[in-house]
């Protein structure tokens, strides 16, 4: 049987890294005779990957893993519009990722992507690190708690994302274990 192929985009957003690399060893475990999870990393996906000592999960447990080299390359956009994957999740996502999909910036490999794909009527999953407003702790790789201030202006683009045709917002590394049951679980 031939398995559906899913891109799974990391940024460099440490908010929730930990638990979405988790959730994601535990779905591709499950979903493994039917599902090939391939893992595109931005520049600064790479950095936080190596700063929270992830590299080493990833490489284990994910076979297709490829590190930005720039917005095409690798030509993750090209292969997502003519429909080589069944959607595409990004998680989890910086603010400024979010920003320059719902401005349009394709400047970088998983903004690029995004935006094709939601030309091409593909689905992108975002797990947005600046998901509302307020005050929120996230633990550093020392265990250290670092206190980050969300702002409207980051909210308001992810509410803009949320409104886009077959664009779809996820709160917690949780929610990409539904994503799954509803596309493979029929």
Do not use: C
């Not at 917005?71 to 996502?93: D, R």
């Not at 995004?114 to 929120?136: R, S």
């Amino acid at each position: 049987m031939k398995k559906v192929k899913i891109a799974w985009g990391i940024t460099g957003a440490g908010e929730k890294i930990e638990k979405t690399v988790e959730m994601m060893k535990k779905i591709n475990e499950e979903y493994k005779d039917r599902v090939d999870i391939e893992v595109f990393i931005s520049k600064s996906g790479d950095q936080v990957i190596k700063y929270y000592g992830l590299s080493n999960e990833l490489e284990t447990n994910f076979e297709n893993i490829w590190v930005e080299i720039n917005a095409n390359s690798p030509f993750l956009a090209g292969q997502i519009q003519v429909g080589k994957y069944e959607f595409f999740l990004i998680a989890p996502t910086t603010s400024n990722t979010v920003a320059k999909i719902s401005m349009r910036m394709g400047d970088t490999l998983i903004s690029n992507a995004a935006i094709m794909g939601q030309k091409a009527d593909v689905p992108i999953y975002l797990l947005p690190a600046d998901y509302e407003e307020g005050v929120t702790v996230t633990k550093l790789p020392n265990g250290k708690d670092l206190k980050i201030s969300i702002r409207k202006e980051d909210v308001e683009h992810v509410k803009k994302l949320a409104k886009m045709y077959k664009t779809f917002i996820i709160k917690e590394p949780e929610d990409i274990k539904k994503i799954f049951a509803e596309y493979f679980d029929k």
